[in-house]
């Protein structure tokens, strides 16, 4: 992206807020119009609720035009800061994730979560682990005055490694939790909620760019599906807030509970990122943008796919749900720890 924002939106800075929200209307729509969701409950293929999906793609496709595949041929420059996010986001954090969600879940909080639910929570916990950010990572490193050429290679490569990593990962951890996924509704959730998004993205791009010019596509076309994105989201999080209205209304607590070990790992990966970046003194427009991005989630994904393997009223899709609720404020935390950390950095 050759401009980015230089502050955050006041959607996405009280985006906690508009969820807390979504969550009471979505709990209210379950408790005295039950009838919405058992009728939306209807409609689903392979056990993909097709208006989720709807809502996703309108959520996932804005966020995928953004991304300049183009800036792969840039992925020689500053190469120790691509590994660093390589090996955080895909050696490193989905196995912290599965460490420290199963420490919690099934030790520390056994008292107030039965085996079942804790092990749904997990599974939840581990796809938002498997799922580095890919869009709102521009908007951390814009705060951090990060390299927006490198933030682009890091989520047009991230992307790209999204399509071969993912479902074996998910797969293995899962798998070792005892967790039976069903290979064709993995695979499917990936084509749908990755593949089939990020080819339209890229044609899109494409084809705006070559009827107009770059600067047109990414400071007009763009920002015209930003308002569509903020409605697609807000509108998914009352729909999985109204399926999951009993599971919330029967255990308030475990938002709490759920939200704590995902908030402890977002601060672990972005320590070992930023502090790897920071021994192989790299500079700090590289070392925010990579700490940044595997500290974040695209939760849209996680969530995704929670719904395709465990259904809309899942504890799983909950736990993907608490994701969105926290990263907001943790990461505007981290934006803040990396602005006042940058005089140690060259």
Same mark, same amino acid.
């Given at each position: 992206m050759?401009?980015?924002?230089?502050?955050?939106?006041?959607?996405? #800075?009280?985006?906690?807020?508009?969820?807390?929200?979504?969550?009471?209307?979505?709990?209210?729509?379950?408790?005295?119009l039950p009838q919405i969701p058992d009728f939306l409950n209807q409609f689903e293929y392979a056990k993909v609720s097709i208006p989720m999906a709807i809502l996703i793609w309108i959520m996932i496709y804005p966020m995928m035009m953004k991304v300049?595949?183009?800036s792969i041929k840039n992925v020689g420059k500053n190469p120790k800061g691509l590994f660093v996010t390589w090996i955080t986001n895909w050696l490193i954090k989905p196995f912290t994730m599965y460490g420290i969600a199963s420490l919690f879940f099934f030790v520390i909080f056994k008292a107030f979560i039965t085996p079942n639910l804790a092990t749904e929570y997990l599974a939840g916990a581990v796809l938002l682990g498997a799922a580095p950010c890919t869009a709102m990572v521009f908007v951390w490193s814009s705060l951090t #005055?990060?390299? *927006?050429?490198?933030?682009?290679?890091?989520?047009?490569?991230?992307?790209?490694i999204i399509l071969v990593a993912f479902i074996p990962i998910v797969k293995f951890l899962l798998g070792v939790s005892n967790v039976t996924?069903?290979?064709?509704?993995?695979?499917?959730?990936?084509i749908l909620f990755v593949v089939i998004p990020l080819i339209g993205g890229?044609?899109?791009?494409?084809?705006?760019?070559?009827? #107009?010019?770059?600067?047109?596509?990414?400071?007009?076309?763009?920002?015209?599906?930003?308002?569509?994105?903020?409605?697609? =989201?807000?509108l998914t999080?009352? =729909?999985?807030?109204?399926?999951?209205?009993?599971?919330?209304?029967?255990?308030?607590?475990?938002?709490?509970?759920?939200?704590?070990?995902?908030?402890?790992?977002?601060?672990?990966?972005?320590?070992?990122?930023?502090?790897?970046?920071?021994l192989l003194k790299l500079p700090h427009n590289i070392a925010a943008p990579a700490g940044m991005i595997g500290a974040s989630n695209f939760f849209e994904l996680a969530a995704a796919v929670a719904i395709a393997l465990?259904?809309?009223t899942s504890p799983a899709a909950l736990a993907t749900t608490v994701g969105v609720l926290t990263e907001? *404020?943790?990461?505007?935390?981290?934006?803040?720890?990396?602005? #006042?950390?940058?005089?140690h950095f060259k």
């Open positions: 050759s401009k980015e924002k230089s502050s955050i939106s006041v959607f996405q #800075k009280y985006l906690t807020v508009w969820v807390i929200i979504c969550i009471i209307i979505g709990v209210l729509i379950s408790q005295f300049d595949f183009k #005055k990060g390299n *927006p050429a490198y933030t682009v290679v890091q989520v047009a490569t991230n992307d790209l996924v069903p290979w064709d509704t993995l695979i499917l959730s990936v890229m044609l899109t791009r494409f084809l705006v760019i070559k009827k #107009k010019d770059t600067d047109y596509f990414e400071n007009t076309f763009v920002k015209k599906f930003d308002g569509i994105t903020t409605i697609g =989201l807000l999080l009352i =729909l999985i807030f109204s399926f999951q209205g009993g599971v919330i209304l029967e255990n308030p607590l475990h938002i709490i509970l759920i939200a704590v070990p995902l908030i402890l790992q977002t601060f672990l990966i972005f320590a070992i990122a930023y502090l790897a970046c920071k465990f259904g809309t907001v *404020p943790v990461m505007l935390f981290l934006v803040r720890i990396a602005n #006042k950390t940058k005089k």
